[in-house]
């Protein structure tokens, strides 16, 4: 593990590597799905501090520059790893797949066509539940997130075997069962619409 | 991100919004997605000697989404199969001035039209 931002005078910001550290390096962890929580807030707010502009407000411009844009690049890390799924998406993006370009090699995998189809009768199911009340809502909502803990459950695992693929494809599974899942909320909310 | 007004139009008055019989010999099917955000579209045809005279479309996802399924729908009716197959995305885009990061959804349409019309051929012994 390497930490840096302890070392650092508060007028000596190396703009080296900017453009080349990924998040983990970022913050001082492993490259993986499993982190050290602690240890991802500890770097987190150790470099804030150290990176802070306000630290830097004396300097020259060059240094003004870098800690400002050393600190978005923090936040930004801080953000996505912070959360599950950013982080898992992120990992995979490490691995060459940009879940959010529809490119069709370096893009999203699009699932099977199996998947599409049952996809929209689900819908079709929803749209007749809207009229048969709360409960049979209720039960369908239960349903999709036990699906949607499902399929993230393989992305994890394919992440921690390092298949990139695999974990790509139930990443994008798990994007289309949210969306299904925001529109039955949606549903929930709004009992009333036709 | 401000929608145009034919957006606005498409997305609140969607023509051609519902379902065809899928079993039936003259109904051709697409259903394709958008991995990226979740969005899921069906469109399908009626086609009559080698001219669509119906089509449908059912699409969950963003105003930008449901608006090119609806404009597709609504372009391909009295079309014939092969100028249908002949829609391009860019076209779709430029009818309802969709912004950069919604082009994507004009190309959602576009593979709907075509999915659509291939299991149409595909139902027919695919001739072409």
Redesign the interface.
Known sequence: MTVAAESQSASELDPGLEGALDHFARLGLERGWRIDRDALEDNYLARSRSDHPDRHAGADARTRRVALERSAANNEAYRVLRDPVRRAEYLVKLGGIDLDSSDPQTGAPHPEQSFLIEMIERRDRLEELTTGGEDALAELRDEVDEELDAVFATAVDALDGGDTQAAAAALVQRRYLQRFLDEIDAAIDSPNQP | MAYSDKVIDHYENPRNVG?LDKSEDEVGTG??????????M?LQIRVEDDVITDAKF?T??CGSAIASSSLVTEWVKGMKIGDAMQIKNSQIAEELSLPPVKI?CS?LAEDAIKAAIADYQKKHGASE
């Open positions: 379902s259903i394709v997605g958008a991995p990226a955000c979740g969005d899921v069906k059912k969950y996802g994507h190309v």
